[in-house]
């Protein structure tokens, strides 16, 4: 936690193991080949994939990786 924010770390599922893919993520949006992550300063970075699991409370967002 920085100046009162809550900073979320996504991780992505690949078979049984998670790998961390962005640190500071502030924004997740869908977007037509997948999700677009965002951090507070706009750095942004599109991955194929959609959220399996969201846990606000240990900082963390799961994704799994999508054919699109």
């Given at each position: 936690k920085k100046n009162g924010m809550l900073e979320v770390k996504a991780y992505l599922k690949n078979g049984e193991n998670k790998e961390?893919?962005?640190e500071s993520v502030d924004t997740s949006e869908p977007d037509e080949n997948g999700r677009k992550l965002m951090d507070i300063v706009g750095?942004?970075?599109l991955i194929q994939?959609?959220?399996k699991?969201?846990?606000l409370l240990n900082h963390r967002i799961l994704?799994?990786?999508t054919d699109i």
């Open positions: 961390f893919v962005r750095k942004q970075m994939a959609k959220i699991d969201m846990t994704l799994e990786k």
